[in-house]
DNA sequence: ATGCCCTATCGTATAGGA
């Protein structure tokens, strides 16, 4: 079966592109993050056409997460335990659900915007939630996957220039070992290959010219459990997916496996 | 060609993204 991750950035903005990606592509499961809009708005019926079922839980303007799956939802669950808030809020940023023989998350962890802004330590808080969280399905029988934007550089390979990197977060060594703590649950990093060029990065700023010149950053991550990680037979990104008008800044990430 | 930022919002700018 094919498993992919992908953050959309607007599921209205992006709709004709992601319908006609699971056209192309046919993963059995896509986990999407960024919807940008409210779980009643969530157009289940152009999915239902396309063959999958849609599970979302969305707030609106920001996050907002999802998992389409034509081989079936099953024990849906939004957000994580102990899931922290932000400014009183607990954020769409996961949703968890089982789908045929796998069970996959789809995950959205905070930016953190700045080292020295209150975001910061919101996005490190969710990840030890997230450590937590994960340890029973880490530790179970069932072929299990926390994919989704990490918005983590895992280390500088992972990173087109650490030196030209104009941002603060997603390289830092408090992030990397929060990122550390969540694999230590028992979890592995399916790392994907490239179609084009050495680093398979999965986001690439608008700005700049950034994507022809792959200046581009690995944030996209499925972290799995042995029983998943086993049954993997190819992992890749699919930056096809980032060219062209009305793209996302994020190209996917796909995953066959052996189930 | 991969091509010079994008999205949603009570908007005519602003916040957030990474």
Redesign the pocket.
């Known amino acids: 079966m094919r498993v992919a991750t992908w ?1 959309i ?6 709709l004709d592109r992601v319908l006609a990606w699971l056209e192309t592509a046919r993963p059995d499961v896509v986990c999407l ?2 919807l ?3 779980t009643a ?1 969530v157009p289940a019926d152009a999915f239902r056409d396309a063959g999958y079922e849609i599970a979302a839980w969305g707030s ?4 907002g997460v999802a998992i389409a799956s034509r081989v079936g939802i099953a024990d849906v669950r939004q957000g994580i335990a102990s899931q922290p808030d932000f400014a009183g809020a607990i954020e769409a940023r996961a949703l968890t659900a089982t789908c045929g023989p796998v069970r996959v998350q789809s995950l ?1 962890v ?5 080292t020295a802004d209150p ?1 910061f330590p919101y996005k490190l808080a969710f990840l030890q939630a997230l450590a937590a969280d994960a340890a029973a399905d880490a530790a179970g029988p069932v072929p299990f996957a926390a994919m989704g ?1 990490y ?1 983590i ?1 895992p280390t500088d390979d992972d990173v087109w220039d650490v030196d030209e990197w ?2 603060t ?2 390289i830092t060594t408090d992030e990397r070992d929060a990122l550390a703590a969540v694999q230590a649950a028992g979890l592995v990093d399916v790392h994907p290959r490239a179609l ?1 060029y050495d680093q398979p990065f999965t ?1 690439w ?5 950034d ?4 200046r581009g ?1 690995r ?1 996209d991550l499925a972290l799995a459990n042995p029983a998943f990680a086993d049954a993997v037979t190819d992992a890749y990104v699919d ?2 997916e ?9 190209a996917p990430l796909v995953i066959d496996l052996d189930l």
């Not at 950035?9 to 992006?14: D, G, I, V, Y």
């Open positions: 953050n950035n607007s599921l209205k903005a992006r993050q960024e940008k809009c409210a708005d609106g303007r920001w996050n959205y905070p930016n953190g915007r700045d975001h934007d918005n550089c104009p941002g977060t997603h084009k986001f700023d608008y700005r700049n010219l994507f022809p010149k792959n950053l944030i930056r096809n980032r060219k062209g008008k009305g793209a996302s800044d994020h």
